[in-house]
């Protein structure tokens, strides 16, 4: 069994636990800290999990909506390399750090959970001055900078992928899954078509959108405009809302919902027979957990062109098809598109393949183990025992 964090830091035993959740930007660091901090509040009721993030991130709606209280830092990302970008990272670093030292001083958590996302970074710097212990979870098969730099003073890592060990030292890994809300893993798989019926696909590029795929979906708009059996459901991200919903009116053939952002993403993958989105480690997570078929488009410049590793090791699995960003015009992703939903025996194997990658454990593992960790009886179920 792994040893108790951290006796410098003596609120270990604090009634409830006390967890610090440190992560967000975007959906897939601020989802997985959400489903962790759920599995620690069925294994423990009452355990006072909280968060840290930023007011511009997602993480400042999401939070508060699941019922947990976020506390606001300062932070920023380290964007071009001018000198004014390098000022006010620094700033906002500094006053992520005094921030994060007031906030556990006068809390004093049990341990620090990061999840990515440039919060993380000052958080975490700021508990590892307090002696308090830090633990993270990493979504993807290569991590990015700022995990790596976090990882050498981490106490345990828990990864998406066990290709990530390698950067992170020797002894700290646990290979989970990625980490997803209980609400995935209820989802029943697609029914078999019925002749007649329509034919549902769900399109999406995560919780910010994406560029290629709403351009694309705008030039498929005159390509579908008359299929009547069609069904589209549309998450553009915020900016590009109108511009794709435009290109679909009048449209004759399809039914065409355009959302901004899409709140329920468990009740939009229940309704879908297939899923168009980018290959980032959580919305992978998510399909698979849902069990469907899915159509991915990596975005190229994730950090070592990760996304494509994703969807090439999804694709090799039998889970998904795939289509290089620089191919993904119109013609390109209806043609595609079309040839999935034709072959409905195909479609019910690739679903049954994204099934079997999924790891709907992984988020109780990792509370189990977090408890473990702190030396709450509610841990004896972690890893390793």
């Not at 919902?257 to 993403?265: L, N």
Request: proline residues 6%; neutral net charge.
């Amino acid at each position: 069994m792994a040893g108790t964090l951290g006796s410098e830091w003596n609120f270990v035993n604090a009634v409830p636990p006390r967890i610090l959740v440190t992560g967000g930007g975007t959906g897939g660091h601020v989802y997985p800290g959400l489903a962790v901090a759920a599995a620690l509040g069925r294994l423990v009721p009452g355990v006072d999990v909280r968060f840290a993030g930023t007011r511009r991130g997602l993480e400042s709606r999401l939070v508060p909506a699941a019922g947990y209280r976020l506390y606001l830092v300062p932070a920023s990302p380290l964007r071009g390399l001018g000198t004014a970008a390098r000022i006010m990272f620094l700033v906002n670093f500094v006053g992520g750090v005094m921030r994060s030292l007031v906030l556990m001083t006068g809390w004093r958590p049990a341990v620090v959970v990061g999840t990515g996302g440039f919060v993380g970074g000052p958080v975490m710097l700021a508990a590892r001055m307090l002696g308090v212990p830090c633990v993270l979870q990493e979504q993807n098969a290569i991590p990015g900078s700022a995990n790596r730099l976090e990882g050498r003073w981490a106490r345990r890592v828990y990864l998406g992928f066990g290709a990530a060990a390698r950067w992170f030292r020797a002894g700290t890994t646990v290979v989970t899954g990625n980490p997803v809300r209980e609400a995935f893993n209820g989802i029943p798989a697609p029914a078999d078509p019925v002749a007649g019926e329509n034919r549902r696909v769900l399109v999406f590029g995560g919780s910010r959108g994406a560029r290629t795929l709403n351009l694309a979906l705008v030039e498929a708009a005159g390509i579908w405009r008359k299929r009547g059996d069609l069904e589209l459901r549309i998450q553009t991200g915020p900016a590009a809302r109108d511009e794709v919903a435009a290109a679909w009116e009048g449209a004759a053939g399809p039914r065409v919902a355009v959302d901004g952002y899409i709140e329920d993403m468990p009740d939009a993958l229940s309704w879908a027979d297939l899923v168009v989105s980018r290959a980032g480690a959580m919305t992978l997570a998510e399909l698979q957990a849902a069990g469907r078929p899915a159509l991915l488009v990596p975005f190229p410049h994730a950090t070592d062109d990760h996304q494509t590793l994703n969807a090439e090791a999804c694709h090799e699995a039998g889970a998904a098809q795939v289509l290089a960003d620089g191919d993904c015009d119109g013609a390109t992703l209806a043609a595609m598109v079309d040839e999935l939903l034709a072959d409905g025996d195909r479609l019910r194997d690739m679903g049954r393949a994204a099934a079997g990658l999924a790891r709907p454990e992984a988020a109780g593992i990792i509370a189990a183990d977090l408890l473990n960790l702190i030396g709450h009886p509610a841990g004896r179920l972690a890893p390793g025992d």
